[in-house]
T-cell receptor, first 112, second 113 residues
Framework: GAGVSQSPSNKVTEKGKDVELRCDPI?????LYWYRQSLGQGLEFLIY????????KSGLPSDRFSAERTGGSVSTLTIQRTQQEDSAVYLC??????????FGDGTRLSIL | SQKIEQNSEALNIQEGKTATLTCNYT??????LQWYRQDPGRGPVFLLL?????KEKRKERLKVTFDTTLKQSLFHITASQPADSATYLC????????????FGAGTRLAVHP
């Protein structure tokens, strides 16, 4: 079946603009995660959604970052007033409960 | 802070040899360790999971060990092939928590013909 899908695959924007990144998880997966991967670095946890529970936002680096998950499926990660240090690959993953995570191929975000 | 550390230097080996990658953890005790493979421009792909009460896990040419005394996991690829060339990520999960992973930065493996 289809895997985790992320869009856009690449995004270039000017500093100060807002960006919205989208994630379509695997159908039926109740858990959804966002990570950030900077060049040569490991994955940095951003936010976690599980069913109808309140999301764990403990990894969001600032209040410019927010995320939503509508209807328990599609998720969007929004970055407001982007800064150059926001440049990274943003990865989304989904899982069924505590099973291993399935990742999308990410959105490569470049802030000019 | 909780940390997963992997050798940042690339590992270069000859085809047919066994590749061994190291993962060390500090300041926490993961109940599970997972290993993922990541190819350039792609997301990580899950390979193996090992629990703290398991010493060793195997899957085809892959073998993972978990030593809670040394706070270390070793990942082995036997009879390595050029197609095994990729970055390998180690990630830990705490017991009782949900599936929140703490990742290492990964080790790049290059298998030469």
């Amino acid at each position: 079946g289809a895997g985790v899908s992320q869009s856009p695959s690449n995004k270039v924007t000017e500093k100060g603009k807002d960006v919205e990144l989208r994630c379509d998880p695997i159908s039926g997966h109740t858990a959804l995660y966002w990570y950030r991967q900077s060049l040569g670095q490991g994955l940095e946890f951003l936010i976690y959604f599980q069913g109808n529970s309140a999301p764990d936002k403990s990894g969001l680096p600032s209040d410019r970052f927010s995320a939503e998950r509508t209807g328990g499926s599609v998720s969007t990660l929004t970055i407001q007033r982007t800064q150059q240090e926001d440049s990274a690959v943003y990865l989304c993953a989904s899982s069924e409960g505590r099973q291993p995570q399935h990742f999308g191929d990410g959105t490569r975000l470049s802030i000019l | 802070s909780q940390k997963i550390e992997q050798n940042s230097e690339a590992l270069n080996i000859q085809e047919g040899k066994t590749a061994t990658l190291t993962c060390n953890y500090t300041n926490y005790s993961p109940a599970y360790l997972q290993w993922y493979r990541q190819d350039p421009g792609r997301g990580p792909v899950f390979l193996l999971l090992i629990r703290e009460n398991e010493k060793e896990k195997r899957k085809e040419r892959l073998k993972v060990t978990f030593d809670t005394t040394l706070k270390q996991s070793l990942f082995h690829i036997t009879a390595s092939q050029p197609a095994d060339s990729a970055t390998y990520l180690c990630a830990g999960i705490l017991s009782g928590g949900y599936n929140k992973l703490i990742f290492g930065a990964g080790t790049r493996l290059a298998v030469h013909p």
